[in-house]
Every structure is written in structure tokens, then in C-alpha cells.
């Protein structure tokens, strides 16, 4: 699926082509993604211009003139293809400017399409609750500790809670976790200040170098210009199981299993 340093290498891409352009024409060649199209979508986008666009934790924001902001999630495969050479059987919505066509192409079908009043989304119920971007000022070591106050679950459980940070996955909190010198394992409210001081610059740090690098390319996720990330060439401890650790004179990666999901962190260096 692709992570938050994936959409918004997305959100960066579109913008550079469609911000500030009208909106000419929206076809969709099918009736839904997860969920049906909205009722009202070529209505209110055909003819509308594009105001912004933005991301709230690992959906897609395009805001228009009027009043209303389309918010796109990837699912599992999803992605934007800017001026494609040739349609794809799963382009299954286009919306075109005066220059460009913009393809959102879904082959498994889990992403969606929603439409929404601009001054509603933080009451929409996917956003109501989630905690502050990773990548803002309400991420901070003050935060995290009132938020982990007594929890027994996990750290790395914790930070996958989209009510504590909003946006962050498994591959980046198995890479933060590592770099901050915190054991996945470890209990959220055992995880002490100076810890917590630590973790919060090396969240951004290993989000930026995602975002520069293009984002993680895991399986078949690319950027709407079609390039393919490579931060998954630099990972730490993400499927690096059985590999020494890129700490001098550390231990080996081990995988664990934690909710469902696998979990790669350094037993020597991670406390």
C-alpha cells in the first residue's frame, strides 16, 4: 500500500501540473473503486478550478473553486498517471485541463473517490479523529507522552494508531524505531521523555529521505510521472532479516510478528 512519503510524492507531482488550472472535462469509465463514485462528482469538477492541493495523512486533497475539495485514497495499487501514452484498462477516472490529462489507475480496485465541502473535512469521519501529520508542528515529545500515558500496547502498535499520528506505516515506524534506539516491543507508556525527544526528529528525518528519494516503490507504486522511488534501496531494517545491523560491531535484523504485521528492529541496539 502506498505509505504517506508515496502520496505525498503524488500530491507534489499533480501540483506541479494542475494547480491553479481549470478543470475541463472528468470521465469515469466505471461506477466505483471501493465505493461508489460520488453522485455529483463530473457535476461539480467539470468546469471547476483548482484552487490547492494537499495531504492529510495517506489521502490525497485536490481543492477546488468551488467549495468543495476531492479527496482520493491509492488503496493497494493506486496511482496518477500524468499524460499517459496510452489509456490503461484501469484508468478508471480522467479528468483533463486545457493541457493536461490526469489518469487515476487502480488495477485492484481499493482505492476511492470521495467529494466534500471544503469547510467540512475536518468532520468528515476519516479525519475527525486522527492525531497530528507527522510531518507538522503537533508531532512532539509533549504530545506523544499524554498520548501513551499508561498504554501497555506496544510502541510500534501506537504509532500505527492513526488517533496518535496520522499517516505513519509500518515501514516508517519500523525504520524510526530503529533509529531512535526504541525496541518495538517495548510498552507505549514505558517509553521515556528523552526517548520520545529522540523518535520525533527521526520520524521527519526518515519521512523527508522518503519523499526526496520518490517514495518506496514496493511492488508496483509509482509517482504520477511514472518514475519509480528508491528509498526501499536504503533501508535500515525494513526485510532485512537475518542482515547485520548497519551499526558498527551491533547485532543481526530479526522479523517479529506485532498485530499482523511484520516488525524488523536490531535486538542489540533497540531498548
Request: charged residues 25%; contains cysteine; positive net charge.
Amino acid at each position: 500500500m502506498p505509505e504517506l512519503p508515496e502520496v505525498e510524492t503524488t500530491v507534489r507531482g499533480l501540483a506541479r501540473f494542475m494547480d491553479g488550472e481549470r478543470i475541463e472535462r472528468v470521465v469515469l469509465n466505471r461506477p466505483n473503486l471501493r465505493r461508489p463514485f460520488p453522485d455529483d462528482l463530473i457535476q461539480v469538477m467539470t468546469g471547476a478550478r483548482v484552487v490547492g492541493l494537499s495531504r492529510r495523512a495517506k489521502y490525497g486533497l485536490i481543492h477546488v473553486d468551488r467549495g468543495s475539495t476531492l479527496v482520493f485514497h491509492l488503496g493497494m495499487s493506486g496511482r496518477w498517471r500524468i499524460d499517459p501514452e496510452e489509456p490503461d484498462k484501469h484508468d478508471h477516472m480522467v479528468m483533463e485541463t486545457a493541457d493536461h490529462q490526469f489518469a487515476l489507475c487502480d488495477p485492484r480496485r481499493f482505492g476511492s473517490v470521495d467529494l466534500l465541502n471544503s469547510d467540512e473535512l475536518d468532520r468528515w469521519p476519516q479525519f475527525a479523529n486522527l492525531g497530528p501529520e507527522p510531518l507538522g508542528p503537533g508531532l512532539t515529545a509533549a504530545h506523544l507522552k499524554t498520548a501513551l500515558k499508561g498504554k501497555s500496547q506496544s510502541i510500534k502498535l501506537c504509532l500505527l494508531d492513526q488517533r496518535i499520528v496520522a499517516g505513519l506505516g509500518n515501514i516508517y515506524v519500523c525504520e524510526a524505531l530503529w533509529r531512535a534506539g526504541i525496541h518495538p516491543r517495548k510498552a507505549g507508556g514505558k517509553v521515556t521523555r528523552p526517548q520520545l525527544e529522540r523518535l520525533i526528529p527521526v520520524i521527519v528525518d526518515v519521512l523527508e529521505a522518503s519523499i526526496k528519494d520518490g517514495g518506496s516503490s514496493l511492488r508496483d507504486y509509482a509517482a504520477p510521472d511514472g518514475e519509480l522511488g528508491y528509498f526501499a534501496t536504503r533501508f535500515d531494517v525494513y526485510g532485512r532479516t537475518g542482515e547485520p545491523c548497519r551499526r558498527d560491531n551491533c547485532g543481526t535484523i530479526r522479523r517479529i510478528a506485532q498485530g499482523g504485521r511484520s516488525t524488523w528492529y536490531c535486538p542489540t541496539c533497540q531498548k
